[in-house]
């Protein structure tokens, strides 16, 4: 066995000395490391080269350390795209592959800072990142200027000038049109100069001029991409909604008035409780009895604890009594409950003077709480 072995050494070698020379061919080696923006690696990655001058494609595998390697590839220019999962995550138009090995890594996290700095791009995205820079710096400036002219207008308001506030946030609308907020808060001051006007005129020119700021910023905050989102503040739009109604109570539009603090406490669940008692306070002023009296049953049954909705209810019963033969007052019902109610919240309240005046107009004991032994009428 021994001897036979040495003979079939000596064939293979003469074999392999008379075996003609085989040609080294001209090829590459390429190789990299994939690693994402945080550095890490990024394992289980496709790495594709597409030949540009001969349509050869081929695609390599990243191990768990994010490593690819080939041998025998052919020298020239390639595409070469980085993806994983079907998505391409980076690539490299024309990479030069000549003989010998050649090293090209994705490193996401150094390409991400180079196209910040805008380098490594086409000149398209080159145009559209200075494009974006550029609109944000003028976005920057605009917003500055707005702010400016809203904390001039507010310290006019403050002090209250409200035509230079008016004047300085009509400058502001000039400036960039599309901000709810600019409209806002014109409204705001076109409303609260109101009360400064002696001219019956300009009172309503004022208020409808108002209106329609506040229906603006309503407007363009319903077109706006933060209210298409669900995490977008209803409740911001609910307070355009309750300054607009403001504005049409004072201009004696109370079904107007109505119909946007009832859109207010659609918007504003939270809050409706003060919605419904603004509404209860239009209609109150606007001598509709019955429907105040609805209103502030609805605030009651919100918050039960309200004291000045019992108050204002009763107010409105008030307004229902009606006299006998006699001359003596007759309370519709609930109006003693109203008053006595509002008491017993709020003994010494604001309007716990009127109430009791109230409770002895119509006849009634005067009580500051459910409960108490009742006192002898007092009499007129």
Known sequence: MKHLFIVSLLFLLVAGLCAPAVHAQNTGTVKGVCTDVDGKPIGQAEVTWAGVETGRKFTLKTNNKGEYFS??????????????????????????????????????????AAQAKGQGLTP???????????????????????????????????????????????????????????????????????????????????????????????????????????????????????????????????????????????????????????????????????????????????????ADAYYWKGVNLVGKATTDKTGKVVAVPGTEEAFKKYLELQPTGSHAEEAKAMLQYIGSTIETSFGNKKKPPVKK
């Open 124 to 306: 398209e995205q080159a145009k559209q990142l200075q494009e974006a820079k550029a609109k944000q710096e003028k976005e920057n400036t605009t917003v500055k200027s707005l702010n400016d002219k809203l904390n001039a207008a507010k310290t006019a308001s403050d002090a209250g000038d409200f035509d230079t506030a008016i004047t300085t946030l009509t400058e502001a609308t000039q400036i960039d049109p599309n901000r709810d907020l600019i409209w806002f808060k014109l409204g705001d001051y076109y409303r609260l100069s109101v009360a400064k006007q002696t001219d019956p005129a300009e009172k309503q020119k004022r208020l409808e001029m108002a209106v329609a700021d506040y229906q603006k910023a309503i407007d363009l905050r319903a077109n706006s991409e933060a209210a298409k989102k669900e995490s977008d503040d209803a409740a911001k739009t609910a307070a355009y909604y309750n300054n607009l109604a403001e504005a049409y109570a004072k201009a004696n539009k109370v079904d107007d008035a109505v119909a946007a603090y009832n859109k207010a406490s659609q918007l504003d669940p939270s809050h409706v409780g003060q919605y419904l008692f603004n509404t209860g306070a239009v209609l109150t002023n606007a001598g509709k009895v019955d429907d105040a009296i609805v209103a502030f049953d609805k605030v009651i049954a919100a918050d039960p604890t309200r």
């Open 71 to 112: 041998l025998g590839v052919t020298p020239g220019k390639y595409n070469v795209m980085l993806s994983k999962d079907g998505k391409e995550i980076y690539h490299y138009n024309n990479f030069q592959v000549s003989t010998g090995d050649v090293e090209l890594n994705f490193d996401m996290k150094k390409e991400q």
